[in-house]
């Protein structure tokens, strides 16, 4: 397991030891980053941002018949990202956040163990990794809000709902977050609040891109 791009390609990471943390696979890692790297300090801005102070996010309208969903970065063009990994495992998906230019980031998960090991990697960004030791279903209210969030919880046992509402209703997300959820390929989420921007499919595995709208 590695960082895939950014200030830290290459970088290793330690892998877990067993079955109980099912990392999301590298390739699917990098899939989903693309999506979304305009969203990240330091990419290239997209061409037409939305106008300054304007803080909500849009889709770009679909051409007739072009299956592609693209997502505007926001607004600001290079505001500081702050990304939330939430049943972090690893902590692969918040430090290759990190390493592509976000201004800090947040591992969260009820065993911290190996996503400490991993963060204590990168000695350089100490003062920009928080790891929280915490039930994703119960969380505690949040000192930040965050932009762009990455859930991956067991798969088909309904926790991502419970983690999703948790997170909103304790203020952990800034104002047209981007969430992430991975699923098994062939699990439903029951969303309310929630609009579906995007879903992929990679291997086994399914990534929905929600926004809030409660």
Same mark, same amino acid.
């Given at each position: ?30 899939? @989903? !980053? ?63 956040? *990190? ?12 065993? @911290? ?36 969030? !990455? ?12 983690? *999703? ?43 929905? !891109? ?5």
């Amino acid at each position: 397991m590695r960082i895939i791009a950014g200030k830290y390609r290459g970088k290793k990471l330690f892998s877990p030891k067993d079955e109980s943390i099912r990392p999301t696979a590298d390739r699917a890692r990098e899939s @989903v !980053f693309n999506i979304v790297k305009n969203r990240m300090v330091g990419l290239t801005p997209h061409p037409n941002p939305l106008p300054q102070g304007e803080r909500e996010k849009k889709i770009l309208p679909l051409p007739q018949g072009e299956r592609e969903k693209k997502i505007l970065p926001l607004p600001q063009g290079e505001r500081e990202i702050r990304a939330l990994d939430v049943f972090a495992g690893s902590g692969a998906f918040g430090l290759e956040a *990190l390493s592509r230019g976000a201004f800090e980031v947040c591992l969260i998960d009820k065993d @911290v163990e190996l996503a400490r090991k991993n963060a204590a990697l990168f000695v350089a960004e100490k003062d920009k990794i928080k790891v929280l030791k915490a039930d994703a279903c119960k969380l505690p209210k949040a000192s930040e809000q965050y932009d762009l969030v !990455f859930m991956d919880a067991p798969y088909n046992q309904g926790l991502s709902e419970k983690a *999703l509402l948790s997170m909103a209703e304790q203020g952990w997300l800034a104002d047209g977050a981007l969430v992430i959820v991975e699923t098994e390929k062939n699990e439903v989420l029951e969303l309310t609040d929630w609009r579906v921007v995007d879903e992929r499919t990679y291997g086994i595995a399914k990534f929905w !891109f929600l926004e809030n709208i409660g």
